[in-house]
Every structure is written in structure tokens, then in C-alpha cells.
């Protein structure tokens, strides 16, 4: 390894402070010198159509890994919500640090809140998991795509061309824009994605002494929530273009997960919800929680919903 330690990442405000966060991180703790690798995804070049219909989200995260395999970076931060389900081989999650805000937030400049809104007003969003539950929750609101980074969307809102848009509290939060917060969605009106405000941090699986410098910034309890989240989507499938919503809170010791899936295509049929607790341990127990809420939503007819009938 160079004496250099390099971070892969996009070149979004939100991905740049995302990855100093990590720079500062490694430099305080471990004395590393830390540089900074941009790169243009295809997900930040394709904005014409939804992620769902070209790749998914792992389109943030290939050429990242591609500079990992080619030694050109040692390590890549992303957004654990855009990260596969599962990893290429030779690469692993080797930490995820604490949450932020996991929940969604409303972003308007007219109204207070979702219900505030008037009969078929305007609201923005691109993914499939907002979309059908905020179908759930105002059958009647016009839901138009809405893509591009953070400052792009907040820029269409506020260009009048819509009455709302909903975007991740974390990333508002991280650049200082939490002004822009009307309100928030609670986590059981709009269940956040797995792994929504988290960070994780993935690296070349044989580097053995990068990740165990990593391994110790990990928080355990986002660590275990993070498993319990995704498992619920690889049992699934695990694919971008399934409108899933999982997320896992540690309440008096327990882990408690909510998980809900809507139709990818006809997003006004009922929501598929499940719930489910345990006390895990460990990883392999966390995922285990997800696959039971996972095998309770297949019970309600979750494959019916995902064409795999």
C-alpha cells in the first residue's frame, strides 16, 4: 500500500463530505495520511430516467469499485442505501459508522407537511419505495420523477416544478441544509430504505490490515440494524426496481424491524407490511431477523407482487 491511504469517491457535495467525514476519521484515529479519489458514476451520468429502469443504484457504486480492483483507491464511502445487496466478489462491507437521520424528509416552499398539501398537488421522487407509500398515504397527490443530486433537486423545487419534493433528512442534515426541512416523515408512516443515513465503507476483501483498522469504527448497533435492513432485500431479490422499505430501531435491548413492499408497477395496491423483533448478537443473527420479516411479507404474497409467483 502506498503511503497514501486513497478514498473513491462520487463528486457530489453529499459523496465529497461524505468521504472527508472518513478522511478526518482515519487521520484522527490511526495517524493515516488520506487523499481523495473523484469520480463520475454512471448513476450521476444517466438522469433522464429512473434508476429502477437502467441498473438500479449500483450504478453509484461500479466504477468505485472497479478503482479499488485496479489498486487505484484502497477504500470506497458510500451511501449503504446505494450499495448492492450483495457484493462483487473480492469486495466486502468492512464497517459501517453510526446513523444519521434515517428518515425521509418533506421539502416544500408552500406547504407544512405531506398532509397540508392540496387535492393532486405535485410531489417529486424517483424511487419506487417513496412512491408507493406515499401512494398509501395520498392516493389522490401527483408523483412526478425527480432526479439528480441534492442541490439539483432542491433547484427543480425550487424552479416551481413541483409542490414538494421528499429527499433523505441525513444528506440535508450533512451539508447544512436542515432549514430546508418542513417536516419529517415518522419511520412507520414512511419506513425508510435499509441501510437510509447510514455510511458504509467497502474494500478489496484482501486487504486484511485496512480492514481491521476499519473494523474498528464500526458501530455496532447500526452494524447489526444495517444486516438485519439488507437482509430483508437480498432474501427478497434484492433488486433497485423493488419498491422494498425496511428499517431496524434498537428498543430496550431489542431490535425491532419494520419492513414494507409495494407493486413495482401498479403503486397504488396495498402495502405488504411486516414487523418483527430479536436480540441479535451478532450479524448472522441480525440477518436471520431480516430473513423472518422477509418469509412473513412472502406470506401476504410478496411474490405475487415481485412476478416471481
Not at 21 to 26: A, C, F, I, Q, S
Not at 61 to 75: P, S, T
Not at 293 to 303: K, S
Request: net charge neutral; charged share 25%; with cysteine.
Amino acid at each position: 500500500m502506498s503511503s497514501t491511504t486513497l478514498i473513491a469517491t462520487r463528486e457530489s457535495r453529499l459523496a465529497l463530505w461524505q468521504a472527508e467525514h472518513v478522511r478526518d476519521l482515519l487521520t484522527q484515529r490511526f495517524g493515516l495520511q488520506v487523499g481523495l479519489l473523484g469520480m463520475t458514476t454512471q448513476g450521476d451520468q444517466i438522469l433522464d430516467r429512473a434508476l429502477s429502469k437502467v441498473g438500479g443504484k449500483g450504478l453509484f457504486v461500479k466504477e468505485l469499485e472497479v478503482a479499488l480492483a485496479e489498486g487505484r483507491a484502497h477504500l470506497a464511502v458510500h451511501s449503504l442505501k446505494d450499495v448492492p445487496m450483495d457484493l462483487p466478489e473480492g469486495f466486502v462491507l468492512a464497517t459501517v459508522l453510526e446513523r444519521e437521520d434515517p428518515r425521509d424528509a418533506f421539502v416544500s416552499n408552500r406547504f407544512e407537511s405531506i398532509d397540508a398539501l392540496p387535492q393532486g398537488a405535485v410531489v417529486g421522487t424517483s424511487s419506487l419505495r417513496r412512491v408507493v407509500q406515499l401512494r398509501n398515504l395520498r392516493p389522490d397527490l401527483r408523483i412526478e420523477p425527480l432526479r439528480g443530486n441534492l442541490d439539483t433537486r432542491l433547484r427543480k423545487l425550487d424552479e416551481g416544478g413541483y409542490d414538494a419534493i421528499v429527499l433523505a433528512a441525513a444528506g440535508l442534515k450533512r451539508l447544512g441544509l436542515a432549514t430546508r426541512i418542513r417536516s419529517t416523515f415518522d419511520t412507520v408512516q414512511m419506513i425508510p430504505a435499509a441501510g437510509q443515513g447510514a455510511l458504509g465503507i467497502e474494500v478489496l476483501a484482501s486487504a486484511e490490515a485496512l480492514r481491521g483498522q476499519l473494523a474498528q469504527l464500526r458501530h455496532e448497533p447500526t452494524w447489526l440494524a444495517a444486516h438485519a435492513e439488507r437482509a430483508v432485500s437480498r432474501s427478497l431479490g434484492g433488486s433497485c426496481s423493488m419498491p422494498l422499505a425496511a428499517h431496524a430501531v434498537w428498543k430496550d435491548g431489542a431490535l425491532v424491524l419494520d419492513a414494507a413492499l409495494g407493486h413495482p408497477e401498479h403503486t397504488d395496491r396495498p402495502l405488504l407490511r411486516s414487523k418483527v423483533s430479536g436480540q441479535p448478537a451478532d450479524a448472522e443473527a441480525a440477518t436471520s431477523l431480516g430473513n423472518q420479516a422477509a418469509e412473513a411479507l412472502r406470506a401476504q404474497g410478496a411474490l405475487g407482487y415481485l412476478g416471481q409467483a
